[in-house]
């Protein structure tokens, strides 16, 4: 999981303070998080997974699928 939100961070271009700010916490808190020094509250999955426009499956590597889920009250489409 660390890898990836690091990557994905990465992916945006984005540096740590950056989206710490985002956050509304310190780089040093959010780094803590990138190396698994600390763990992510649920909270701070949902929130990067909004940034990251992924699910938090995907944060957490429990599926390989980047593409959110529909949010509860949307509709699919069909």
Do not use: F, W
């Not at 509250?41 to 909004?50: H, R, S, V, W, Y």
């Not at 990251?52 to 699919?76: A, E």
């Amino acid at each position: 999981m660390y890898p990836r939100i690091r990557n994905l961070r990465e992916d945006l271009d984005l540096s740590q303070t950056q989206l710490a700010q985002q956050l509304s916490m310190s780089q040093t808190g959010y780094s803590k998080y990138e190396t698994g020094e600390n763990d992510i509250p649920t909270e701070i999955l949902i929130a990067l997974a909004a940034i990251h426009h992924t699910s938090v499956d995907y944060l957490l590597g429990l599926t390989d699928q980047r593409q959110p889920y529909p949010r509860s009250g949307q509709r699919t489409g069909s």
